[in-house]
């Protein structure tokens, strides 16, 4: 059997996940040398704005393995 799982930069809606049933796993985004989970830890207006005030581009970083666990049980 073949399950889909997306991250949360995979550009799919949310609503569109939901109905295709396709669970997704957060990616981190790294601005100013901290960490936070997107989209439970980094809203899209938040970043935005630390985006302006920060001399740095935004780096992304990947989920950790055990991340992947609970979808995988």
Known sequence: MIHI???SLCGIPASE???LGIPFIS???IIDGKSYRD???L???TL???M???PEVPKTGAPL???YIPLFR
Do not use: C
């Open 43 to 45: 809203d899209t207006p």
């Open 52 to 54: 302006r005030s920060s």
């Open 65 to 67: 393995p055990e991340d």
């Open 17 to 19: 996940r939901a109905k």
């Open 48 to 50: 935005l704005k630390k």
């Open 27 to 29: 990616q981190f985004v």
């Open 39 to 41: 989209t439970t830890e």
């Open 5 to 7: 799982i997306a991250d």
